[in-house]
């Protein structure tokens, strides 16, 4: 049997082979996954896991690619998608248990519905509850770590554990989780507060998006911040806005975002980010930190 066969056999959504992975970021760009998967549970994705290590083909998680940029000779071996079947949350007092694959913007509008508090800055955050874990996300002065009680995972060892928030530690965009397993669910603490207040206050957040950024696709801010000075406040004065490479262009709404208003590759978009940084460093003698992740093979 081969690799295929045998996913196909172990998941009940089955396994999709060569598959583009511009369809699944919100770049719309990258090249192809050897085998993209999308298993239904907790004990597939223990299969999944199982599997890559008696096989030794490596495995990347994936949650809604909306901070990645996939390199155009794609990944090789097994993408795994935390998606619709990890999207649940469930109320325990003022907490919420929340499956990995939830969109971060349907758990805002949920706890603001439910009346606790602390997530509204996620609305219109478009990662899933996995990712914004990872990369710890957060706006409007606020970030997702600072709410978690415990994550549950599957480790890349086969096992399932939970972690207590004293396991966890959360950075401006970045925690300790990467490379630790890939994420099932998490508690998160809220306080108790008033429905309508909260509601308004996501449905501000999400106004206040639209009107800021870009609506091409992009995955959100390139670069962390500085912490002297945002780093789109540098693009912007040292001449970046506008700078292309190929289709890949710096927007002129929100010059830490570069959108690809169609036909970019990832080769473009990485080149752009080089050149962007180039221009800070000569301008500014600051050197820019990319806050996506870059991943996958050069074409
Ligand atoms: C228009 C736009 C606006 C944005 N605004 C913001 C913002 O205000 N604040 C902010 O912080 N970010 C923002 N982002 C970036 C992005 O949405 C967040 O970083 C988001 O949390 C990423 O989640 P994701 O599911 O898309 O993760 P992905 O991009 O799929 O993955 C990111 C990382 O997390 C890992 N990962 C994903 N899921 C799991 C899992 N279940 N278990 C283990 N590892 C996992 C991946 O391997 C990868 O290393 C924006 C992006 C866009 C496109």
């Known amino acids: ?48 896991v199982r599997l890559s290590r008696e096989k030794e083909v490596p495995l990347f998680v994936f949650g809604n690619g ?3 940029l996939v390199r155009d000779g794609g990944i090789r071996g097994l ?16 907490s919420l248990r929340v499956g990995a694959g939830t969109p971060l913007t349907l758990l805002a509008r949920r706890a603001a519905r439910e009346g606790l508090q602390g997530l509204g800055f996620g609305g219109g955050i478009p990662g899933s509850l996995g990712g914004a874990l990872v990369m710890n996300a957060g706006a409007f002065g606020s970030y997702i770590g600072r709410l978690v009680a415990e994550i549950r995972l599957v480790r890349f060892a086969g096992e399932a554990v939970t972690l207590g928030r004293e396991e ?4 401006y965009r970045r925690s300790n989780l990467a490379g630790r397993g890939i994420i099932v669910e998490a508690l998160l603490e809220l306080e ?61 709404q929100h010059a830490n975002f570069i ?31 990319p806050e996506v992740r870059i991943v996958g093979e050069e074409r």
Do not use: C
């Open 168 to 171: 966890i530690a959360f950075g």
């Open 192 to 252: 108790p507060g008033d429905p309508a207040a909260l509601q308004r206050e996501v449905e501000k957040h999400l106004a206040e998006r639209r009107r800021r950024h870009p609506a091409l696709p992009s995955a959100g801010s390139v670069f962390r911040n500085p912490t002297h000075r945002p780093a789109g406040s540098l693009i912007e004065a040292a001449g970046g806005k506008g700078l292309s490479v190929g289709s890949a262009r710096v927007s002129e």
């Open 79 to 94: 993408v795994v998608h935390i998606g619709a079947p990890f999207s649940y949350i469930r109320r325990e007092g003022s």
């Open 259 to 289: 959108v690809n208003p169609g036909g970019a590759s990832a080769g473009d978009i990485e080149r752009l980010i080089g050149k962007v940084q180039r221009l800070v460093r000569e301008k500014f003698a600051v050197e820019l930190q």
């Open 66 to 68: 909306t901070n990645l």
């Open 1 to 48: 049997m081969n690799l295929k066969q045998e996913f196909a056999r172990l998941l009940q959504a089955g396994v999709k082979e060569n598959e583009p992975m511009s369809r699944h970021t919100s770049w719309q760009v990258g090249g192809l996954a050897d085998y993209y998967l999308l298993p239904a549970d907790e004990g597939e994705l223990q299969e999944i």
